[in-house]
């Protein structure tokens, strides 16, 4: 992936975990007032971790921040794309992330990231398709089976 597609970088490469508990504990610091910076840089390190959780929560905090502070809405949309991606909600990272090409076009990262989401989707449609195609053929061998069984029977 990264030979081809250099800018998408983040969304293989979790920060250390001593480097997400520093993000962490500014966030736990701050407490009830915590800042809208504080609180995206903790969401961006979440949402480069491999944990499961730990990208659901950094897609949460960045959603909040999408929602109440419409001056930092550019700067989610790559990540909340991302987040989304790495979570398997592949129609919503080409949501959030045609949003951030529409306004800037030129950008790299969201270039890029459009590329993993296209390959992504191709790569689990083919196997889609392929799982049904087989139970089509096993329904298919099975109920031949069974009517040669019932025919056999008269």
Known sequence: MGSNLPYAADAESPLKPEELQVLRSQYEKEGEFVGVQTKFNFAWGLIK???????????RIL?????SSPERRRECLYYLALGNFKLGNYAE??????LLLDHEPANLQAASL????????????MV???????????????????????????
Do not use: C, H
Request: charged share 30%; hydrophobic share 40%; glycine share 14%.
């Open 49 to 59: 971790s491999n944990v499961r959780q730990d990208q659901q929560n950094g897609v």
């Open 93 to 98: 990272a080409r949501r959030y992330n045609e």
């Open 63 to 67: 959603s909040e921040i999408f929602r």
């Open 128 to 154: 889609g398709v392929a799982i049904v195609s087989g139970l089509a053929i096993t329904a298919g061998i099975v109920g031949g089976m069974l009517f040669k069984g019932v025919a056999r029977k008269r």
């Open 114 to 125: 459009r590329g993993l989401i296209d390959d992504k989707v191709a790569r689990e449609g």
